[in-house]
């Protein structure tokens, strides 16, 4: 089982590459798995609680509707 430092290093660094697709743009959107689109702030909060219920996320760049933006997927393995 991971300590609680080793939990906030993971959704600590999906944060870092959010922030860094993000850059200085405004309103971008970021898809969930089950195809929602939610602003940055809650896909901050959809990750981090992610972490904490065990899954592994991941965060990409790509087109959510027709703009550019974040594709986030969670799964389940052993951290």
Do not use: F
Not at 32 to 43: M, Q
């Amino acid at each position: 089982m991971a300590t609680n430092a080793e939990i906030e290093m993971i959704w600590i660094k999906a944060w870092d590459e959010l922030y860094e697709i993000v850059n200085d743009r405004r309103e971008v959107p970021c898809q969930l798995p089950d195809s929602s689109v939610v602003s940055v702030e809650e896909c901050k909060g959809w990750l981090q609680n992610s972490v904490y219920e065990g899954y592994l996320v991941s965060v990409e760049t790509g087109w959510v509707g027709h703009k550019y933006g974040i594709i986030v997927k969670r799964w389940r393995e052993s951290i």
